[in-house]
């Protein structure tokens, strides 16, 4: 089992920027690939952008490519989502996952079935 932990979260005005973080807690000296989600009222759960277990990889949803940036501590299992140029569409709840078993290939593309723990979430409302 591995606990996911969101912060940083909040309120922020259209054109600001926001810095998400998540901790994976499991065994020690395992790395895992670790993913962002995000669900606004009334609108299914998508993908936004996910780092692989080896650091190498990344991919972002098309709706937030070059504005948002997803980086990695490979040491403490901590993943960071930058968020840029915030706009009203990005107001959600984010949700951190970690892949331990999905396979490679669909874990990058976004597949939310290739995740196996989730964060709580946290809140990003973006203000016009």
């Known amino acids: 089992q591995v606990q996911v932990v969101e912060n940083g979260g909040g309120l922020v005005q259209a054109g600001g920027s926001l810095r998400l973080s998540c901790t994976a807690s499991g065994r020690t000296g395992v790395r895992y690939s670790m993913g962002w989600f995000r669900q606004a009222p009334g609108k299914g759960r998508e993908f936004v952008a996910t780092?692989?277990?080896?650091?190498?990889?990344?991919n972002y949803a098309d709706s937030v490519k070059g504005r948002f940036t997803v980086s990695r501590d490979n040491a403490e299992n901590t993943v960071y989502l930058q968020m840029n140029s915030l706009e009203p569409d990005d107001t959600a709840v984010y949700y951190c996952?970690?892949?331990?078993?999905?396979?490679?290939?669909?874990?990058?593309?976004?597949?939310?079935?290739?995740?196996?723990?989730w964060g709580q979430g946290t809140q990003v409302t973006v203000s016009s």
């Open positions: 996952a970690v892949s331990q078993y999905g396979p490679y290939q669909s874990v990058l593309a976004g597949d939310s079935r290739g995740y196996d723990y």
């Open positions: 780092v692989m277990w080896n650091g190498g990889d990344t």
